[in-house]
């Protein structure tokens, strides 16, 4: 089927690209001569900068497809999720960044070496990378599907994986030279196109459902599902939801834990702040401040449901069958709104805003995952090779071929994923989020022994990482089915998957002799 783009709106595109691209090159000028000014912009970011990006981070493309098609089929709890993750943030804030800014870090995970020695270090680091091309190359597949959608009008292999291969090439384009202050910039302009773009589509929907927030308000409480659409708070002691209030105080906590303070994705721009103080700031105000974005978006999902299952209140005669032209793809509500009920330069707009958001997935991680490898492993390595010490040009270079290697990673881990989705058949959101799990659990667990205990090991921390991952891993549907377990095993929500893979990595690191304090090794 033929694009549903007009002239109007593909110009608007491209207006978007080249200005994304031209603002790239404009932030790459600044000469990065060191890895310090290269991977933490020479811890002189401003706060409010370094806050828009960790929340452009944290939101991205999973919140702006997702979001809608959470409030399309549930309800508001997924906003109470950030009850977790603003307690999450005072946590990090209080215990970690205070002890990451006192030994100077460039990786979070050089806390690691005081304690247990470099190798520990490492294998943290190894984690992280592991995860993270798990985690940004999930996003990517959903932001490439997004594109698919916009540019051939349908879902097929071929045209996801062109949209994969078009996100990854803008993305490294606008990243590549500059570091992390492009990264920040770009991050900040990325949020600010794909929040206007929802808030556009918020209105636009709102129009054309012509109601007032009381009428609004009324049809979802009366709307025929397990429980109210206007549902926030979930108190039920169900363990295969992700969001009820038990699983958001434990679970969904946890996760945005290893989120803040554990995952050099993030926290690498709150080391970029001149001191601590701000960088506790910007954590806290990033939590508090996504929230009301998540609200935006999930609302839209909720007058999404109007829409296509209220045709009266529309005066359209809305039958709400152009979902179905996507053969049940999970995250197409909102892109079959954007698509079909848009009207022309609207359209480009919002489109502007899903290509923002998916743009922002890729840069979101690229530069945070090459400080890690260059940081933790490729200098020490190449030190230790050296009769002269590199110079520090030498680790920017570094630092750029670290950034295009993991750009192909991503690639193909978003092409795993389009196979992934399908076969568990998990909605967008949750399939997100779920991925992140996979280095969190040993991460967080690891931590959590060698910040308050005297316990653990580098041998220890080694298996604790290890165990993490695979108790994560032995959950997943196609693991289950692949080795004959009982069909409970797929039952638990991501939330409670986290808190058994953390428990089991805590346990399996506390096991480790007590140990010494270490000198600190590069």
Known sequence: MQSPLSLIDWIIIGIYIMLALGGGVVLSRRKTSNMEDYFLGGRQMSLWAVMLSVLATTQSAATFLGGPDYGYRGDFTYLASYIGAIMAALFVAHFLMTRFYSLNVTTVYELLALRYGVGAKRAAGAMYLIGRVFANGARLYLAAVAVSMMLFFDVAPGSVFFGIFLIVSIGVAMTLSGGIRSVIWSDLGQFLVYFFAAVLALASLWGQLNMSPSEVAAALAAAPTEQSKLTILDFRMDLGEPFTVWAIITGVFLLYLGNYGLDQDTTQRLLTCRNVKESRRALVWSSLAAAPIVFVFILIGQLLYLFYNRPELTGLGQDGNFIDQFDGEKITVFMSYILSEMPSGVRGLVTAGVLAAAISTITSGLNAMSSVLVSDFYKPWKEGRSKQTPSAAHYVIAGRFGMAIFAVLLAFMAVLCFYWQRYTNMALLEFALSVMTFAYAGLIGVYFVAVFSRRGSALSIY??????????????????????????????????QLIIGVAASAFICALGKQAQEKVRVA
């Open 463 to 496: 298996f604790a990482l290890l165990s993490g991952f695979v108790v994560i891993l032995i959950q997943q549907s196609y693991v289950v089915d692949s080795l004959g377990f009982p069909e409970s095993f797929k039952m638990l929500a991501f939330p409670w």
